[in-house]
């Protein structure tokens, strides 16, 4: 059988890496097992070798047509991994010029996604989230900014089931729920 493509998305702090860790810890005890990718990291080797970001949180901030470029080639050599896989990533990016397409047509048609989750909670709770992670640099912006953040996101995914014919699925990570969200990703991979 051919292997499971599915995407996982969702504002940065929201806490995709949190859920999907979990539910990835639970499906092994079942022996199903996926590799676990992150578009990010893919995306930063690539600008790290060409000296255009120092870490990963710098990326947003480069010109447009750079990100297009590094999400083209991160695309192409996550296509070419066999069996099941799950890809952490961003059905959008806030840039400073504005929202910038995660998973535009070109990388869409390399990955050919199952399934696109998309990861939400309240937006007060994710500004919380975001204040105390002090391991990243994460761009301060208010509850509203947030919000808009993951309406955005919801049309995004609605283009993407168009273009390729997945389907969406919306997990809420809320604060005292975490394990309620992990059992719910793991129905997704199963
Ligand atoms: P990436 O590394 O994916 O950055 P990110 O969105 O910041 O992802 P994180 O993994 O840091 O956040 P998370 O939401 O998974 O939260 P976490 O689990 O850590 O991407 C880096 C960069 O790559 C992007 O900025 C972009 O430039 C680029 N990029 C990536 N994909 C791209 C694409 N397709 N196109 C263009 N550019 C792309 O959790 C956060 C905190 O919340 C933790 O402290 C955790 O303990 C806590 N938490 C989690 N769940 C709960 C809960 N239920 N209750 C209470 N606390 C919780």
Not at 164 to 182: H, S, V, Y
């Amino acid at each position: 059988m051919a292997g499971r493509k599915v995407i996982i998305t969702g504002v940065p702090g929201v806490g995709k890496s949190t859920v999907v860790n979990g539910a990835l810890a639970k499906l092994k005890e079942e022996g199903i097992t996926y590799q676990s990718l992150n578009f990010g990291t893919f995306m930063f080797e690539v600008a790290q070798k060409e000296g255009y970001a120092k870490d990963r949180d710098e990326m947003r901030k480069l010109d447009k047509d750079v990100q297009k470029n590094l999400q083209k080639l991160a695309a192409k050599a996550m296509s070419q991994i066999p069996g099941n896989v799950l890809i952490d990533t961003h059905a959008s990016v806030k840039t400073p010029k504005g929202y910038l397409a995660g998973l535009p047509e070109w990388v869409l048609r390399e990955l050919m996604p199952d399934v696109i989750v998309l990861v939400e909670t309240d937006e007060d709770q994710i500004l919380l989230r975001r204040i105390s992670d002090a391991t990243r640099v994460r761009d301060m912006e208010g509850a509203g900014g947030i919000a808009e953040h993951q309406q955005f996101n919801r049309s995004f995914g609605a283009s993407y089931a168009m273009t390729t014919g997945c389907t969406i699925k919306i997990i809420r990570n809320q604060d005292f729920l975490l394990e309620r969200a992990t059992m719910d990703m793991a129905d997704v991979l199963r």
